[in-house]
């Protein structure tokens, strides 16, 4: 099932400074490409959604969350950038099937996909229940799996693209209760490797990031679920674990995303990069 809206205002010309460099010349251009983001609607997605719009892609945000969806696609609009809204649980592979052939027939072309739809778990390996670990590789696995399904034929289509998979450093280190989160991550880079290499010859790149702590409402939701009034205890605690000190911003995971996606990286492929505040080389 596919549920669309979409908003677009004329960009706001040029600063009078700028109007002799041409608009090829900025960095990370990505005006013409056209980019999908799954779980684009909160967090780390929206985040990415909006980046890559004010960079210039026509952005498509593929979100279960149809009021989250939909207000990243009024604020990319608000700013004079473009975008539509699709929505689209990445466990179904109807679903998934819908909303592609939805931004197929909306733009006609592909040149970036984003799989960064995910859910978390907490448990370990005998804790966590046959169903949690299905639930947890049908939309962490099964969705990356059925998103390139359908994104790939549609890069090959427009020449050549970019993927970047949202994997984490649980994939990298072992963390304490995140048996089948792990597992998913893990399935995440080892796919990224995969498609890497398997589509070289039609100009497809396909990278994953790692990101370890990210501040996101979800991190403030679990936090006052599980740690009732001591929430800032709590968070102070979780963010001093890292190297660095602190938690990530999703604008930053965004930032590297950009790279990735964009023609300064064309030389990048088969990558899979922590960002984590050093959690994976200096903990």
């Known amino acids: 099932m596919t549920d669309h809206s979409a908003g677009r205002i004329p960009p706001a010309p040029h600063a009078a400074g700028d109007a002799a460099e041409p608009a090829a010349a900025r960095p990370f251009e990505l005006r013409g490409k056209v980019a999908a983001v799954t779980g684009g609607g909160s967090g780390i997605g929206r985040s990415i959604a909006t980046l890559l719009a ?3 892609a026509r952005v498509f945000v593929l979100d279960l969350d149809v009021e989250g969806g939909r207000a990243v696609v009024e604020q990319i609009a608000t700013s004079g950038a473009s975008a539509l809204f699709l929505r689209c649980d990445v466990s179904s592979a109807g679903d998934v099937a819908d909303a592609f052939a939805a931004l197929d027939r909306a733009a006609g072309r592909l040149d970036i996909a984003i799989n960064n739809a995910g859910i978390a778990h907490i448990g370990n390996l005998l804790n966590t229940s046959e169903a949690d ?3 947890v590789y049908a939309v962490n696995v099964k969705g990356v799996y059925h998103c390139l399904r359908h994104a790939v034929p549609l890069l090959q289509r427009s ?4 993927i970047v998979n949202l994997s984490s450093i649980a994939a990298l280190i072992g963390l304490e209760d995140r048996f089948a989160y792990s597992m998913s991550k893990g399935a995440v880079s ?3 490797l995969s498609v890497a290499r398997d589509y070289l010859a039609h100009g497809i790149r396909c990278n994953a990031v ?13 936090l006052a679920r599980n740690f009732p009034g ?10 001093r674990a890292q190297p660095i000190g602190r938690m990530g911003t999703p604008e930053e995971v965004a930032a590297l995303v950009l790279y990735l996606c964009s023609d300064e990286a064309a030389f990048v492929t088969g990558c899979v990069y922590p960002i984590d505040g050093g959690s994976f080389t200096l903990r």
């Open 54 to 56: 004010r960079q210039g």
């Open 190 to 192: 080892a796919i990224t």
């Open 159 to 162: 020449g050549g693209g970019s």
């Open 230 to 239: 001591r929430e800032r205890e709590v968070f102070e605690r979780l963010s």
């Open 133 to 135: 670990f299905d639930r």
């Open 210 to 222: 790692c990101p370890a702590r990210v501040h996101t409402p979800f991190v403030d939701g679990f």
